[in-house]
């Protein structure tokens, strides 16, 4: 579905992703890592809002490299950024409409996919006029994921979504998360490696702008080096 290749990229004379090679598939990946190891980075690069140094990047046998940013989004990558990003005087429906409305594809579908939205997360819909910015980080998570939802993605990105939630809010979002995956290929970076585990079908390991280990869900659960670096043991 994503194929990274060689990617490199820098801020200046700091690289911080070196010749990164990943390829993703249909269903859910995790990208862990602590602070700082490049995970937003490499979003940025797959969006195209961070220049590659070297290597490509293809999503669905295209290649991106040339594309703008509204181009790629337009072939069906959805990206659920780390600050939210949500319209916080807006109410609840009109940040999910707007949404909708990005995408050309996704436009004439928007009544019957704001349904499927409110199904995933229900309290969206009791709270259709709320301004956005009233409502609790967990539910504010919920509508930015429900937001990205709208431009009916192929592949969904969450960058870190169980920043500054409680840990019984990120379980029900994990939950959430690893029920969508039928219907949407997700990639998710995470510090939380793990609740995503219980999410992801894969998942990758990076440190200092490389991975280091790659495994499937269990795989990794059962990794001591894992477990000890990662999971607080
Ligand atoms: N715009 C920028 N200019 C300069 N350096 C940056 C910029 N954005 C990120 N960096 C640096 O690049 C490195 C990787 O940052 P990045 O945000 O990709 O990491 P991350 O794994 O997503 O971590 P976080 O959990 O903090 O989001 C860090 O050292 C960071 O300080």
């Known amino acids: 579905m994503l194929e990274l290749k060689n990617i490199s990229c820098s801020y200046g004379r700091m690289p911080v992703v070196r010749d990164l090679t990943l390829k993703i598939e249909e269903g859910s990946t995790g ?10 980075t490499i979003i940025n690069a797959i969006l195209g809002l961070v220049s590659l140094k070297t290597g490509s990047i293809s999503f669905r046998g ?6 703008k940013t509204h181009e790629r989004v337009h072939l069906g990558i959805s990206v659920v950024p780390q600050e939210r990003e949500l319209f916080p005087l807006m109410t609840v429906y009109e940040n999910l409409i707007v949404g909708g409305q990005n995408v050309p594809s996704a436009r004439e579908h928007v009544e019957k996919t ?7 997360f229900p309290i969206l819909k009791e709270r259709f006029e709320q301004k956005a910015g009233t409502m609790s980080g967990g539910q504010q998570r919920q ?10 993605p192929k592949l969904l990105i969450l960058d870190e979504p169980s920043l500054g939630l409680q840990p019984s809010i990120v379980h029900d979002l994990f939950t959430i998360l690893k029920d969508m995956k039928k219907d949407v290929s997700i990639m998710v970076t995470e510090q939380n490696v793990r609740e995503s585990l219980r999410a992801v079908d894969t998942g990758h390991i990076m440190e200092n702008g490389e991975i280091i280990i ?7 659960s ?9 999971m607080g043991l």
């Open 31 to 40: 990208l862990f890592g602590p602070n700082g190891a490049g995970k937003t």
């Open 62 to 67: 295209i290649e991106l490299n040339k594309l």
């Open 114 to 120: 704001l349904e499927e939205v409110c199904e995933i």
């Open 143 to 152: 509508l930015a994921v429900g937001r990205a939802l709208m431009a009916k």
């Open 214 to 220: 790659t495994g499937t869900a269990d795989e990794l």
């Open 222 to 230: 059962n990794n001591p080096e894992v477990e000890k670096a990662y």
